[in-house]
């Protein structure tokens, strides 16, 4: 058959007028001789959209059926339908009831089973034997139509919770049931599957979704069964032929006559039931499948994917062909991901059989480049099915995969989503292996070769830690094999360097993923480790632990001079029982080699990896939880007492401007020894900021600055003032006063320095030191003052004092966010208490959104959103009423922050209520409504929105809560984006006098720091109280001729500032009273002559 031909996009031998089908079905003669003497059966209906001459209208339909009958109708459709829904009742007992009452009044049994497909619908009208009777199908669905609710869009299929979980399930098997139990009698008939087929085929093509999803699950189900029946009665057929020639091929005096004219009655019979089956398939495929499998709702496409899926399994005489084999490519370009996923997975169950691989021939070629592609889908499921699908095409088929085609596949190994690498990994490993004898000894080294070869040929040259987890599940036992792979790396002989360096990284991932048990930190993890796996987590470290100690001494000495190799292994320490150490004087030999030679490697090298590696080490063998500590800390304190004297001695050198280039060398080596062991362990009591101090100071006076030396002097000097920082937290009266420096050291410190080439680093808080910040706002900062103070006069100025005190501390911590040192989420530690705190803090905590609005409007829209999703998700069941009406109320104080020109807050609107519809569904998949009523929240949003946005927020609202558009606060979000929506051009907005403002790049230069040794009434804007500001103006120290360097920097921790004064006027809101004015307190930052908050920012 010619390509073109077979898989052409149109459905040309198709010819179908409209959307209406109309059943031939041929009776044979054996069935009319059954029927003679009985009733006559029912004429074969037909649907007829556009109606006939006996054709009614509905209000005629609407009085056809009495109300008895339809009492009596809907009593024996609950049965069917109660049955499947409830999961209780046995199926098969509820069928043969079925079929017993059919064959005593088949009119009434096929309304029964016709009232079920209308209740699975969820369409409260009932079919009557009057209407049934009287009535064409396309009359009687006009008339279902009216009964169903229009307004709702759940039905059964698609509803959520623990009633509906298995109801689809329950359908499937009914059908399947249905015709096991017709298919030695009724399925031959003229009435009973026509009428049925033929009134399943009027409801798939309905225009209510509900009624269309519905009939064509069963219909395509129904066909499976009939397809499934077919392939018996062509088996029988064939079996039947057979033994019939037999029997005539046998001599004459042998021959029965009488079992030939059994045989051959028998045959016949079974021809026509094949004739009947064939017309039944055929009137379902063009009267339903060649409509539906294109159908808008994605759910019916797939419906129709999986069906015929089963039909080329089961019947691949009559349906494996590539008429029927198009239909699965052509949807592989289908635009939703459902669909494809259903596509490809009918695919794999019919490559992954060897006799169908001949007729895939031509499918493979046709459509072998779109499944590549589809390795890259957006839906990870898909592409993760995808690979599976390359994998059984190229071990199946003769041609396979060329080696560029596998190439594509291969760099998915490092993807993100460990399910699609983990597949792409096992592609990969049984493609490597193909080409190797199973038998061979040298099987696992070729394979660890093979690996090595592959990731340095890769791209992703660090990112080891992928591989290792990608290949775990199928190349587990050789990425295990320790003793392999250090033999192979001891050997004499040895390999290429290059090898032993991919050997090594993959060899020291393999070890953290088997003692660790967890893939890495980007890719999904596991929940928790079951008991077994946990208990196999602990003999592979023992197992790690016994083998690497006596080795890794020797690894050490091998590669002690290569930085790579030597950074690499020592990661391994970190992963072993480390008090295996204590137990024999073996191990402890093994100790002290292991010490020695990690001190030798921090005095060779000054690369900062190597020497991170080995303080990990040194610090993790001297914690106090192990025997051997004190050992440890002795090679420790020898290293360090040995590094200082030495720095010590250069130094004086250095100082006194004597020193040569190896004096320069040694003070830079031990500086940069201490200054790792600075970030690990405390050695304040070194006194090494002194030395560091003048050594800064010199290289500034001097401007001679040598960056080897100067940058690990200043880390030194950092870290000391971390250590000291962290000891005066520990201790109460000190603790605001050490916040605001903490803040003023990573304010200096969190900037890049400009200027003539300043060796100056960006120092970032760790994620540890960012958690603990935002504590502290929280306890300390926004937190109600003590009531129990003694005297008035004393008590009210105790809480002024303890006032200004948090409000100089607030503003240290937002200077950190809005000048990058923390990210713009930082802040919704601070806009959660907007509304409760608005009278002490809202000044700061205004000024900080309208900075943040500078840095990005999109992010900072979305951390507004963020800010009240955490608040939503921390509420308490008992007070939930009460905190919900707290949450709208800060919702609507942020929302009056954005600005009244609707055109310039577009995008930052879009992007907050975008986060929070995704938000409000999560959950709803498994039926959880819990944050649907975040859309309360969100709709406070809405007044600002043009119609644009409107209109696409009210589409993704629809398709996202469809199965809950009915609730009520789907409904009151919906209603917030239809009601008072207009556009409001940006000309016609009110001319006002606006706040000047500069652009973000210009204007946001290093800012002075908040220290706490300043004055209480300094001028500076964060400082000062909105309550007792006082009208003290200093004059801003004149800068120095080394202001770009470290100087100007170490010179604002004694700060003066500059009072930034001008007249402004805020924009007026309509329908809206500003909080000042309730309060009877001026702000600042709203009503004043001067703005000091200004002055913070420029």
Not at 82 to 110: C, F, K, M
Not at 713 to 722: D, E
């Amino acid at each position: 058959m010619d390509e073109s031909v077979a898989y052409s996009s149109e459905d040309e031998d198709v010819s179908l007028t409209g959307s209406d089908f109309e059943f031939h079905l041929t009776t044979s003669k054996r069935k009319l001789n059954s029927t003679q003497g009985a009733a006559s059966p029912k004429r074969v209906r037909h649907l007829s959209v556009s109606g006939s001459s006996q054709s009614q209208t509905p209000e005629e339909s609407r009085g056809l059926g009495s109300h008895g009958a339809q009492t009596e109708g809907r009593i024996t459709a609950c049965h069917l339908y109660e049955a499947v829904r409830s999961g209780r009742s046995a199926l098969l007992t509820v069928i043969d009831d079925w079929l017993e009452e059919y064959r005593r009044d088949r009119e009434a049994g096929i309304l029964e089973l016709i009232n079920f497909v209308v209740q699975c619908s969820g369409c409260k009208g009932v079919v009557t034997r009057e209407m049934f009777s009287r009535l064409q199908n396309a009359d009687i669905i006009s008339h279902l139509t009216t009964e169903f609710n229009e307004d709702s869009v759940s039905y059964p299929l698609v509803s959520v919770g623990s009633q509906w979980r298995h109801f689809r399930e329950g359908v499937c098997e009914f059908v399947s049931l249905l015709v096991r139990g017709c298919r030695n009698s009724l399925l031959y008939d003229d009435f009973l599957f026509s009428s049925f087929i033929a009134l399943l085929t009027g409801l798939a093509d309905s225009q209510v979704r509900a009624f269309r999803h519905t009939s064509t699950l069963i219909t395509m189900r129904l066909m499976s069964s009939i397809v499934s029946v077919a392939a018996e009665v062509t088996a029988q057929a064939l079996m039947t032929r057979r033994r019939c020639e037999l029997e005539k091929n046998k001599p004459v005096e042998h021959r029965a006559i009488d079992r030939i004219e059994e045989l051959e009655s028998s045959y016949r019979e079974l021809l026509e039931h094949q004739e009947d089956l064939r017309s039944l398939m055929n009137g379902i495929f063009k009267g339903v499948f060649i409509h539906r499998y294109r159908d808008r709702v994605p759910e019916i496409r797939a419906i129709c994917m999986e069906e015929m899926g089963v039909w080329l399994r089961e019947n691949p005489a009559s349906f494996f062909n590539d008429e029927h084999l198009k239909y699965v490519g052509w949807m592989l370009h289908d635009k939703q991901a459902a669909v494809r996923l259903q596509c490809v997975l009918t695919l794999q169950k019919l490559y992954v059989e060897k006799d169908f691989i001949s007729r895939l021939e031509l499918f493979t070629s046709r459509f072998k480049e779109r499944i590549l592609c589809m390795i890259l889908d957006k839906d990870s499921d898909v592409a993760v099915e995808t690979v599976k699908l390359l994998l059984l095409i190229k071990q199946q088929t003769d041609e396979g995969l060329s080696e560029e085609e596998c190439a594509a596949v291969y760099p998915l190994v490092f993807a993100t989503h460990r399910g699609l690498a983990c597949a792409a990994g096992r592609f990969l490993y049984l493609t490597l292996c193909s080409v190797l004898d199973e038998r061979s000894d040298k099987r696992s080294v070729s394979v660890l070769r093979l690996l090595a070869h592959f990731f340095i040929e890769s791209e992703y040259h660090e990112h080891a830690a992928y591989l290792v987890d990608s290949l775990w599940d199928v190349a587990g036992e050789e990425l295990k094999d320790w003793e392999l792979m250090t033999s192979l790396l001891l050997q004499e002989s040895g390999v290429e360097d290059e090898l032993e360096s991919a050997l090594i990284d993959i060899m020291m991932c393999a070890v953290r993923q088997a003692s660790e048990a967890t893939p890495p930190s980007s890719r999904v993890q596991r929940k928790n480790l079951t008991a077994r796996e946990k208990r196999l987590q602990a003999q592979e470290r023992r197992r790690i632990t016994n083998h690497f100690i006596p080795q890794l001494p020797q690894l050490l000495a091998k590669f002690s001079a290569d930085v790579g190799k030597v950074s690499c292994l020592l990661r391994a320490p970190l992963y072993f029982q480390l008090e295996v150490y204590s137990t024999s004087g073996r191990l402890e030999k093994c100790l002290d080699l292991l010490l020695s030679q990690v001190c030798d490697i921090m005095l060779k090298h000054r690369e900062d990896s190597v020497l991170d590696a080995c303080v990990r080490v040194l610090c993790a063998l001297c914690s106090d939880c192990y025997s051997f500590c004190g050992r440890a800390e002795r090679a420790v304190s020898q290293l360090l007492d040995s590094t200082v004297e030495k720095f010590s001695s250069n130094l004086a050198e250095i100082l006194q401007g004597s020193a040569d280039e190896d004096d320069l060398y040694g003070a830079a080596s031990s500086l940069n020894i201490l200054a790792v062991f600075s970030s690990a362990r405390d050695l304040t009591g070194r006194n090494l900021f002194e030395f560091c101090f003048q050594l800064l100071k010199m290289g500034i006076e001097t401007r001679e600055i040598n960056e080897k030396l100067m940058v690990p002097a200043l880390k030194c000097s950092v870290f000391h003032l971390f250590w000291e920082g962290a000891k005066i937290m520990q201790q109460t009266p000190a603790r605001d006063k050490a916040f605001v420096c903490l803040c003023d050291v990573l304010l200096v410190f969190g900037k890049l320095c400009e200027g003539d080439g300043s060796p100056l680093q960006r120092f970032s808080p760790d994620d540890s030191l960012k958690a603990e910040m935002a504590s502290f706002i929280i306890d300390y900062v926004f937190s109600e003052p003590d009531e129990d103070l003694p005297g008035e006069e004393e008590c009210e100025e105790m809480k002024m004092s303890a006032l200004l005190q948090k409000r100089n501390q607030l503003s240290g911590y937002c200077k950190l966010i809005i000048y990058g040192v923390l990210e713009l989420r930082a802040a919704t530690d601070v806009l959660k208490y907007y509304s409760k705190f608005y009278r002490d803090f809202g000044d700061i905590i205004k000024e900080t959104l309208s900075k943040s609005k500078m840095i990005s409007s999109v992010e900072s829209a979305r951390t507004v959103c963020l800010c009240l999703q955490q608040l939503f998700s921390g509420q308490e069941q008992d007070r939930r009423d009460e905190e919900l009406a707290e949450i709208r109320l800060l919702a609507k104080k942020l929302a009056m922050n954005f600005s009244i020109n609707l055109r310039l807050i577009r995008k930052p609107l879009l992007a907050l209520h975008q986060d929070g519809i995704c938000f409000a569904s999560q959950g709803l998949d498994e039926g959880d409504l819990m944050n649907l009523s975040f859309l309360e929240i969100l709709s406070e949003f809405s007044f600002k929105l043009l119609q644009p946005e409107r209109k696409q927020l009210s589409m993704s609202l629809r398709r996202v809560f469809a199965s809950v558009i009915n609730n009520e606060f789907v409904r009151i979000y919906e209603r917030s984006l239809t009601s008072g929506s207009k556009e409001t051009p940006a000309a016609e907005t009110p001319s006002r006098k606006r706040r000047r403002t500069h652009s973000l790049t210009s204007s946001l230069e290093t800012p002075a720091v908040t220290s706490h040794t300043h004055r209480v009434d300094m001028d500076d804007d964060f400082t000062e109280g909105s309550v007792l500001r006082k009208s003290v103006i200093h004059s801003r120290p004149q800068s120095s001729p080394f202001s770009p360097s470290i100087q100007s920097h170490l010179s604002t921790l004694s700060l003066g500032h500059e009072d930034a004064s001008e007249d402004e006027e805020e924009p007026e809101i309509e329908d809206y009273d500003d909080e000042d004015s309730e309060l009877g307190i001026t702000l600042p930052s709203t009503h004043g002559s001067t703005s000091f908050l200004e002055d913070l920012f420029e």
